[in-house]
Protein backbone atom coordinates (compact mmCIF):
# COMPACT_ATOMS: atom_id res chain seq x y z
CA UNK A 1 0.00 0.00 0.00
CA UNK A 2 1.16 3.29 -0.42
CA UNK A 3 3.33 4.06 2.63
CA UNK A 4 1.23 6.79 5.14
CA UNK A 5 1.48 7.28 8.57
CA UNK A 6 -1.66 6.12 9.25
CA UNK A 7 -3.99 3.59 7.48
CA UNK A 8 -5.82 0.81 8.15
CA UNK A 9 -7.69 -2.31 6.59
CA UNK A 10 -10.50 -4.86 6.79
CA UNK A 11 -10.38 -7.97 5.77
CA UNK A 12 -13.79 -9.02 4.56
CA UNK A 13 -14.54 -12.70 5.24
CA UNK A 14 -14.89 -15.93 3.14
CA UNK A 15 -18.18 -16.08 5.02
CA UNK A 16 -20.37 -15.23 8.46
CA UNK A 17 -18.96 -18.10 9.70
CA UNK A 18 -16.02 -17.53 9.61
CA UNK A 19 -15.87 -13.73 11.25
CA UNK A 20 -13.88 -14.88 13.38
CA UNK A 21 -10.90 -13.11 15.53
CA UNK A 22 -8.33 -15.08 15.20
CA UNK A 23 -6.32 -15.74 19.06
CA UNK A 24 -3.10 -14.22 19.20
CA UNK A 25 -1.47 -17.30 20.32
CA UNK A 26 -0.15 -18.21 16.78
CA UNK A 27 -0.15 -14.35 14.98
CA UNK A 28 1.42 -15.24 11.35
CA UNK A 29 3.91 -11.75 11.31
CA UNK A 30 3.98 -10.28 7.71
CA UNK A 31 4.75 -7.23 5.09
CA UNK A 32 2.82 -5.13 2.64
CA UNK A 33 4.39 -3.74 -0.03
CA UNK A 34 3.50 -0.79 -2.63
CA UNK A 35 4.26 0.52 -6.06
CA UNK A 36 7.50 2.32 -4.25
CA UNK A 37 9.20 -1.23 -3.81
CA UNK A 38 9.37 -2.56 -7.35
CA UNK A 39 12.88 -4.38 -6.63
CA UNK A 40 12.20 -5.87 -3.38
CA UNK A 41 12.73 -9.90 -3.28
CA UNK A 42 10.33 -10.48 -0.97
CA UNK A 43 11.75 -14.67 -0.88
CA UNK A 44 14.35 -13.16 0.86
CA UNK A 45 12.32 -11.46 3.84
CA UNK A 46 11.58 -12.64 6.93
CA UNK A 47 7.97 -12.69 7.32
CA UNK A 48 4.89 -15.51 7.16
CA UNK A 49 2.78 -13.22 4.85
CA UNK A 50 3.22 -10.77 2.00
CA UNK A 51 0.38 -8.61 0.73
CA UNK A 52 1.02 -6.82 -2.75
CA UNK A 53 -0.39 -3.52 -4.27
CA UNK A 54 -2.01 -4.60 -7.57
CA UNK A 55 -4.61 -2.14 -8.87
CA UNK A 56 -4.83 1.54 -8.94
CA UNK A 57 -8.53 3.00 -9.36
CA UNK A 58 -9.20 1.98 -13.21
CA UNK A 59 -6.15 2.51 -14.72
CA UNK A 60 -4.65 5.32 -16.78
CA UNK A 61 -1.88 6.01 -13.71
CA UNK A 62 1.72 5.61 -14.15
CA UNK A 63 3.75 6.01 -11.49
CA UNK A 64 7.48 4.02 -10.38
CA UNK A 65 6.55 0.55 -11.00
CA UNK A 66 2.79 1.57 -12.07
CA UNK A 67 1.62 0.96 -16.07
CA UNK A 68 -1.69 1.99 -16.55
CA UNK A 69 -2.73 1.52 -12.79
CA UNK A 70 -1.19 -2.03 -12.61
CA UNK A 71 2.02 -3.39 -10.53
CA UNK A 72 4.39 -4.62 -13.41
CA UNK A 73 6.20 -5.85 -10.08
CA UNK A 74 3.49 -7.81 -8.31
CA UNK A 75 3.74 -11.39 -10.35
CA UNK A 76 7.58 -11.53 -9.10
CA UNK A 77 6.96 -9.95 -5.84
CA UNK A 78 4.15 -12.45 -5.11
CA UNK A 79 5.99 -15.21 -6.95
CA UNK A 80 9.21 -15.28 -5.09
CA UNK A 81 6.68 -15.07 -1.84
CA UNK A 82 5.34 -18.10 -2.61
CA UNK A 83 8.48 -20.36 -3.86
CA UNK A 84 9.39 -19.17 -0.22
CA UNK A 85 6.30 -20.85 1.42
CA UNK A 86 4.84 -17.45 2.20
CA UNK A 87 1.44 -16.70 2.18
CA UNK A 88 -0.12 -14.10 -0.01
CA UNK A 89 -2.54 -11.12 -0.76
CA UNK A 90 -3.13 -8.70 -3.52
CA UNK A 91 -4.79 -5.09 -2.80
CA UNK A 92 -6.44 -2.64 -4.89
CA UNK A 93 -6.06 1.05 -4.11
CA UNK A 94 -9.33 3.00 -4.29
CA UNK A 95 -9.18 5.76 -6.46
CA UNK A 96 -12.83 7.05 -5.87
CA UNK A 97 -14.09 6.60 -9.30
CA UNK A 98 -17.04 3.96 -10.25
CA UNK A 99 -16.61 0.91 -7.59
CA UNK A 100 -17.77 -1.45 -9.73
CA UNK A 101 -15.80 0.01 -12.34
CA UNK A 102 -13.08 -0.24 -10.00
CA UNK A 103 -13.70 -3.75 -8.49
CA UNK A 104 -13.69 -5.36 -12.08
CA UNK A 105 -10.51 -3.46 -13.05
CA UNK A 106 -9.02 -5.63 -9.77
CA UNK A 107 -10.76 -9.17 -10.56
CA UNK A 108 -9.88 -8.76 -13.93
CA UNK A 109 -6.57 -8.07 -13.45
CA UNK A 110 -5.80 -10.71 -10.28
CA UNK A 111 -8.14 -13.36 -11.52
CA UNK A 112 -5.22 -15.83 -11.43
CA UNK A 113 -4.72 -15.34 -7.86
CA UNK A 114 -8.46 -15.55 -6.46
CA UNK A 115 -8.81 -18.47 -3.88
CA UNK A 116 -4.92 -18.78 -3.42
CA UNK A 117 -4.61 -15.14 -1.79
CA UNK A 118 -5.95 -12.69 0.45
CA UNK A 119 -8.39 -9.99 -1.41
CA UNK A 120 -7.87 -6.42 -0.23
CA UNK A 121 -9.30 -3.07 -0.76
CA UNK A 122 -6.88 -0.18 0.30
CA UNK A 123 -9.15 2.39 1.48
CA UNK A 124 -7.12 5.83 1.96
CA UNK A 125 -8.09 9.51 1.56
CA UNK A 126 -5.12 10.27 -0.78
CA UNK A 127 -6.24 10.56 -4.40
CA UNK A 128 -9.48 9.32 -3.39
CA UNK A 129 -12.57 11.83 -3.93
CA UNK A 130 -14.91 9.59 -2.46
CA UNK A 131 -13.14 8.89 0.95
CA UNK A 132 -16.07 9.20 3.37
CA UNK A 133 -18.61 7.53 1.52
CA UNK A 134 -19.09 4.18 2.99
CA UNK A 135 -21.84 3.24 0.07
CA UNK A 136 -18.64 3.16 -2.06
CA UNK A 137 -16.90 0.53 -0.16
CA UNK A 138 -20.16 -1.52 -0.01
CA UNK A 139 -20.71 -1.50 -3.50
CA UNK A 140 -16.94 -2.36 -4.21
CA UNK A 141 -16.92 -5.22 -1.62
CA UNK A 142 -20.65 -6.69 -2.83
CA UNK A 143 -19.11 -6.42 -6.52
CA UNK A 144 -16.16 -8.18 -5.85
CA UNK A 145 -18.24 -11.01 -3.91
CA UNK A 146 -20.71 -11.56 -6.56
CA UNK A 147 -17.75 -12.17 -9.10
CA UNK A 148 -15.28 -14.36 -6.69
CA UNK A 149 -17.29 -16.10 -4.09
CA UNK A 150 -14.77 -14.07 -1.97
CA UNK A 151 -15.23 -11.06 0.30
CA UNK A 152 -12.65 -9.01 -0.05
CA UNK A 153 -10.45 -7.40 2.59
CA UNK A 154 -10.85 -3.63 3.03
CA UNK A 155 -8.11 -0.83 4.21
CA UNK A 156 -9.16 1.85 5.73
CA UNK A 157 -7.41 4.23 8.77
CA UNK A 158 -8.71 3.75 12.28
CA UNK A 159 -10.25 6.92 12.70
CA UNK A 160 -12.26 5.98 9.74
CA UNK A 161 -13.66 2.79 10.91
CA UNK A 162 -17.26 4.60 11.07
CA UNK A 163 -17.38 5.16 7.27
CA UNK A 164 -18.22 1.07 6.91
CA UNK A 165 -21.71 0.30 6.53
CA UNK A 166 -23.44 -2.36 8.91
CA UNK A 167 -23.02 -4.71 6.11
CA UNK A 168 -19.54 -4.35 5.40
CA UNK A 169 -19.12 -4.80 9.28
CA UNK A 170 -21.40 -8.10 9.28
CA UNK A 171 -19.33 -9.75 6.24
CA UNK A 172 -16.08 -8.68 7.27
CA UNK A 173 -12.89 -8.37 9.48
CA UNK A 174 -10.82 -5.70 9.87
CA UNK A 175 -7.27 -5.10 9.26
CA UNK A 176 -6.63 -1.99 11.15
CA UNK A 177 -3.52 0.46 10.94
CA UNK A 178 -2.65 2.45 13.90
CA UNK A 179 1.10 3.96 15.00
CA UNK A 180 2.01 4.97 18.07
CA UNK A 181 5.23 6.65 16.75
CA UNK A 182 6.91 6.90 13.36
CA UNK A 183 9.82 5.60 15.33
CA UNK A 184 12.18 2.91 13.70
CA UNK A 185 10.89 -0.78 14.39
CA UNK A 186 11.01 -4.77 13.75
CA UNK A 187 8.14 -6.99 14.90
CA UNK A 188 6.83 -6.10 17.95
CA UNK A 189 5.30 -8.83 20.37
CA UNK A 190 2.67 -6.38 21.37
CA UNK A 191 1.79 -3.45 19.34
CA UNK A 192 0.06 -0.56 20.72
CA UNK A 193 -3.35 -0.58 21.20
CA UNK A 194 -3.37 -4.87 19.60
CA UNK A 195 -6.77 -6.21 19.04
CA UNK A 196 -8.57 -3.00 20.62
CA UNK A 197 -11.01 -2.98 17.19
CA UNK A 198 -11.23 -6.68 17.27
CA UNK A 199 -9.27 -6.39 14.26
CA UNK A 200 -8.34 -9.50 12.30
CA UNK A 201 -5.10 -8.05 10.98
CA UNK A 202 -2.87 -5.32 12.52
CA UNK A 203 -0.55 -2.98 10.73
CA UNK A 204 1.20 -0.81 13.13
CA UNK A 205 4.47 0.32 11.70
CA UNK A 206 5.40 2.08 7.90
CA UNK A 207 8.91 2.36 9.33
CA UNK A 208 9.62 -0.96 10.02
CA UNK A 209 12.83 -2.97 9.26
CA UNK A 210 12.74 -7.13 8.47
CA UNK A 211 15.70 -9.22 7.65
CA UNK A 212 15.94 -10.01 4.21
CA UNK A 213 15.38 -5.73 3.15
CA UNK A 214 17.52 -3.08 3.58
CA UNK A 215 14.53 -0.45 3.32
CA UNK A 216 11.81 0.15 5.76
CA UNK A 217 8.53 -1.45 4.95
CA UNK A 218 5.11 -1.45 6.35
CA UNK A 219 4.93 -4.55 9.42
CA UNK A 220 1.82 -6.26 10.37
CA UNK A 221 0.18 -8.86 12.29
CA UNK A 222 -2.28 -11.37 11.00
CA UNK A 223 -4.31 -12.15 13.97
CA UNK A 224 -4.54 -16.30 13.23
CA UNK A 225 -2.98 -19.08 11.63
CA UNK A 226 -2.11 -20.01 8.02
CA UNK A 227 -5.53 -22.17 7.66
CA UNK A 228 -7.60 -19.10 9.03
CA UNK A 229 -5.41 -16.88 6.22
CA UNK A 230 -6.15 -19.61 3.87
CA UNK A 231 -10.23 -19.18 4.79
CA UNK A 232 -10.11 -15.55 4.20
CA UNK A 233 -8.42 -16.49 0.79
CA UNK A 234 -10.96 -19.38 -0.87
CA UNK A 235 -14.12 -17.61 0.59
CA UNK A 236 -17.28 -19.29 0.39
CA UNK A 237 -15.98 -21.46 -2.51
CA UNK A 238 -13.78 -18.55 -5.11
CA UNK A 239 -14.65 -18.66 -8.86
CA UNK A 240 -12.06 -19.34 -10.26
CA UNK A 241 -11.23 -20.31 -13.86
CA UNK A 242 -10.13 -23.58 -15.13
CA UNK A 243 -7.11 -23.21 -17.31
CA UNK A 244 -8.43 -22.94 -20.73
CA UNK A 245 -6.06 -25.90 -22.59
CA UNK A 246 -6.31 -28.14 -26.18
CA UNK A 247 -5.05 -31.21 -25.86
CA UNK A 248 -3.51 -31.26 -29.30
CA UNK A 249 -5.89 -34.44 -30.19
CA UNK A 250 -9.31 -35.04 -31.51
CA UNK A 251 -11.22 -35.68 -28.27
CA UNK A 252 -14.65 -35.07 -26.53
CA UNK A 253 -14.03 -31.94 -24.34
CA UNK A 254 -15.59 -30.21 -21.10
CA UNK A 255 -14.76 -27.44 -19.43
CA UNK A 256 -16.39 -24.66 -16.87
CA UNK A 257 -15.23 -21.15 -17.09
CA UNK A 258 -15.95 -18.01 -15.02
CA UNK A 259 -17.14 -15.28 -17.71
CA UNK A 260 -15.06 -12.00 -17.75
CA UNK A 261 -15.85 -8.32 -18.52
CA UNK A 262 -16.74 -8.40 -22.79
CA UNK A 263 -17.35 -12.15 -23.27
CA UNK A 264 -19.55 -13.62 -25.03
CA UNK A 265 -20.54 -16.86 -25.25
CA UNK A 266 -19.25 -16.78 -29.06
CA UNK A 267 -16.23 -15.77 -27.56
CA UNK A 268 -15.58 -17.96 -25.12
CA UNK A 269 -16.52 -21.19 -27.51
CA UNK A 270 -13.82 -19.71 -29.93
CA UNK A 271 -10.69 -19.23 -27.59
CA UNK A 272 -10.99 -22.83 -25.91
CA UNK A 273 -11.87 -24.22 -29.08
CA UNK A 274 -14.84 -25.90 -27.61
CA UNK A 275 -17.56 -25.20 -30.62
CA UNK A 276 -20.20 -24.75 -31.27
CA UNK A 277 -21.32 -21.88 -28.78
CA UNK A 278 -24.85 -22.86 -28.09
CA UNK A 279 -23.12 -25.96 -26.38
CA UNK A 280 -22.42 -23.85 -23.14
CA UNK A 281 -25.04 -23.57 -20.82
CA UNK A 282 -25.40 -22.54 -17.01
CA UNK A 283 -25.97 -18.64 -17.34
CA UNK A 284 -28.39 -17.70 -15.30
CA UNK A 285 -30.22 -15.11 -17.69
CA UNK A 286 -30.93 -18.07 -19.33
CA UNK A 287 -30.47 -16.03 -22.76
CA UNK A 288 -27.27 -16.57 -24.48
CA UNK A 289 -26.44 -13.21 -25.53
CA UNK A 290 -26.84 -12.53 -22.03
CA UNK A 291 -23.74 -13.58 -19.51
CA UNK A 292 -22.40 -11.73 -16.35
CA UNK A 293 -18.96 -11.34 -15.15
CA UNK A 294 -18.28 -13.86 -12.62
CA UNK A 295 -20.80 -16.28 -13.20
CA UNK A 296 -19.68 -19.81 -14.57
CA UNK A 297 -20.71 -21.27 -17.84
CA UNK A 298 -20.06 -24.63 -19.19
CA UNK A 299 -19.59 -26.60 -21.98
CA UNK A 300 -22.21 -29.52 -22.38
CA UNK A 301 -21.62 -30.30 -26.44
CA UNK A 302 -19.54 -33.45 -26.05
CA UNK A 303 -18.23 -32.39 -29.99
CA UNK A 304 -14.68 -32.80 -31.54
CA UNK A 305 -12.80 -31.09 -30.77
CA UNK A 306 -9.96 -30.98 -33.89
CA UNK A 307 -6.32 -30.98 -33.22
CA UNK A 308 -4.22 -27.62 -32.86
CA UNK A 309 -0.40 -27.27 -33.75
CA UNK A 310 -0.17 -24.42 -31.78
CA UNK A 311 2.19 -24.85 -28.75
CA UNK A 312 0.96 -23.48 -25.51
CA UNK A 313 3.07 -22.33 -22.14
CA UNK A 314 1.62 -22.32 -18.95
CA UNK A 315 2.52 -19.49 -16.91
CA UNK A 316 4.60 -19.65 -13.30
CA UNK A 317 4.95 -17.74 -10.71
CA UNK A 318 7.06 -14.55 -11.23
CA UNK A 319 6.45 -15.07 -15.11
CA UNK A 320 6.17 -11.90 -17.51
CA UNK A 321 6.05 -12.17 -21.52
CA UNK A 322 9.59 -10.88 -22.11
CA UNK A 323 11.33 -13.36 -19.52
CA UNK A 324 9.32 -16.30 -20.98
CA UNK A 325 9.43 -15.14 -24.98
CA UNK A 326 12.21 -12.96 -25.16
CA UNK A 327 11.47 -10.17 -28.41
CA UNK A 328 8.65 -12.53 -29.23
CA UNK A 329 6.41 -11.00 -26.91
CA UNK A 330 4.27 -8.60 -28.62
CA UNK A 331 3.17 -11.61 -30.91
CA UNK A 332 2.50 -13.61 -27.91
CA UNK A 333 0.49 -11.09 -26.72
CA UNK A 334 -1.32 -10.04 -29.71
CA UNK A 335 -2.19 -14.28 -30.20
CA UNK A 336 -3.56 -13.95 -26.91
CA UNK A 337 -5.70 -11.14 -27.50
CA UNK A 338 -4.24 -9.78 -24.19
CA UNK A 339 -5.11 -6.25 -23.53
CA UNK A 340 -2.45 -5.57 -21.13
CA UNK A 341 0.17 -7.43 -22.09
CA UNK A 342 1.95 -6.64 -18.34
CA UNK A 343 -0.57 -8.67 -16.79
CA UNK A 344 -0.49 -12.22 -17.03
CA UNK A 345 -1.00 -14.82 -14.05
CA UNK A 346 -0.22 -17.92 -12.52
CA UNK A 347 -1.37 -21.19 -14.25
CA UNK A 348 -2.67 -19.02 -17.59
CA UNK A 349 -2.31 -20.79 -20.68
CA UNK A 350 -0.91 -19.13 -23.40
CA UNK A 351 -0.38 -20.49 -27.45
CA UNK A 352 2.77 -18.89 -28.77
Known sequence: MVIRMWRSVLACVCALS???????????????????????????????????????????????????????????????????????????YAMGRDANMEADFFIDNVRGYVGNAVLVLDWESQDNPQFGNGAWIE???????????????????????GQLTSFVREH????????????????????????????????????????????????????????QWDAYARGDGANVAAPETNTGGSASQSACVVVASDDTLSG????????????????????????????TVCYGGGVTVQPDATRTYTVAYGDNLWSVFGGDWA????????????????????RY
Open 268 to 295: IAERTGLLPWQSWHGYRSGDPALIYPGE
Open 18 to 92: LLFVPSASADMRGVDVSNWQCDIDTYALDADFVVSGATWGTGGFNNTCLTNGVNQAANYQLGRAVNSGKSIGVYH
Open 172 to 227: CGVWVAQYASMNVTGYQETPWLYGAYGEAMRQYTSNGYVAGYAGRLDLNYFRGERW
Open 139 to 161: TWVRRVHDRTRVWPIVYVQASAL
Open 331 to 350: RVASLNGLSNPSLIYPGQIL
